[in-house]
Antibody, heavy 121, light 107 residues
Framework: QVQLQESGPGLVKPSETLSLTCTVS??????????WSWIRQPPGQGLEWIGY???????NSSPSLKSRVTISIDTSRNKFSLNLRSVTAADTAVYYC?????????????WGQGTLVTVSS | DIQMTQSPSSLSASIGDRVTITCRSSQSIDTYLNWYRQKPGKAPEFLIY???TLQSGVPSRFSGSGSGTDFTLTITSLQPEDFATYFC?????????FGQGTKVEVK
C-alpha cells in the first residue's frame, strides 16, 4: 500500500513562496498511469485541486493558480514538490499530496495526512 | 472549468438511515465522477470511481449512480463512521474539480 507524507514549513510570510515536499513510500513516482497531485483545503471549506505532475515530468495546474504554481519531481529520491509563489492569507489551508490513478478517468486513491500551512506575518 | 454542485450542503440522519447525496456538473462529464468521504480532521478517503464502481474494500452499503450531469451517492443503513463530509470530483477534463461537500450530521 503506497504511503504519502507531506513536509515543509507550517508558517509562511505574505508575498513569500510556500514550498512543500511529498515523500512517497511503498511505491514509485516513476510508475506510469499515476498523476502525483497537490490538493488543498482552507479551514472549514472544501477541496481545491492545485495541480499534478506525471511520471514523465509533464504538469498541469488549476487556471486560478497556474501563474504561481510550480510542481517538480525527484525520481532519485521518490519525492515530488510544490512551490506556490507570492502567497497571501487566502492561501492558508491544509495541503494534501495525493496519487491520482488513471482508470476510467482519474481518481485519488491515496492521500497524505495533510499539513496545515498558515500565511501570516 | 467544470463546476460541480452538491446538494444538500448538509443533512441530519440517524444510524440505520438511508442517505442520498446529489452531485451535478455544469456540463456533461459522461461517468467521469468520483466520490470521497472525509472524516473530521482526516484526509479524504476514496469510495467510488466511474460514477458507480466501488473501490476495493469499500462497504457495500455505499453505491453510486448517474451519468451526464446528474449523479447520486447513496448510503444504505448509515453507520457511525459515516458521519462525515462527502465530496464528488470530476475527471472528464484534466482540470479536475470537486464539489463543495455535503456534511452528514447526527440527528
Amino acid at each position: 500500500q503506497v504511503q504519502l507524507q507531506e513536509s515543509g514549513p507550517g508558517l509562511v510570510k505574505p508575498s513569500e513562496t510556500l514550498s512543500l515536499t511529498c515523500t512517497v513510500s511503498s511505491g514509485s513516482v516513476s510508475s506510469s498511469n499515476y498523476y502525483w497531485s497537490w490538493i488543498r483545503q482552507p479551514p472549514g471549506q472544501g477541496l481545491e485541486w492545485i495541480g499534478y505532475i506525471y511520471y514523465s515530468g509533464s504538469t498541469n495546474s488549476s487556471p486560478s493558480l497556474k501563474s504561481r504554481v510550480t510542481i517538480s519531481i525527484d525520481t532519485s529520491r521518490n519525492k515530488f514538490s510544490l512551490n506556490l509563489r507570492s502567497v497571501t492569507a487566502a492561501d492558508t489551508a491544509v495541503y494534501y499530496c495525493a496519487r491520482g490513478v488513471a482508470v476510467a478517468g482519474v481518481h485519488f486513491d491515496s492521500w497524505g495526512q495533510g499539513t496545515l500551512v498558515t500565511v501570516s506575518s | 472549468d467544470i463546476q460541480m454542485t452538491q446538494s444538500p450542503s448538509s443533512l441530519s440522519a440517524s444510524i440505520g438511515d438511508r442517505v442520498t447525496i446529489t452531485c451535478r456538473s455544469s456540463q456533461s462529464i459522461d461517468t467521469y465522477l468520483n466520490w470521497y468521504r472525509q472524516k473530521p480532521g482526516k484526509a479524504p478517503e476514496f469510495l467510488i470511481y466511474a460514477a458507480s464502481t466501488l473501490q476495493s474494500g469499500v462497504p457495500s452499503r455505499f453505491s453510486g449512480s448517474g451519468s451526464g450531469t446528474d449523479f447520486t451517492l447513496t448510503i444504505t443503513s448509515l453507520q457511525p463512521e459515516d458521519f462525515a463530509t462527502y465530496f464528488c470530483q470530476q475527471s472528464y477534463t484534466t482540470l479536475w474539480t470537486f464539489g463543495q461537500g455535503t456534511k452528514v450530521e447526527v440527528k
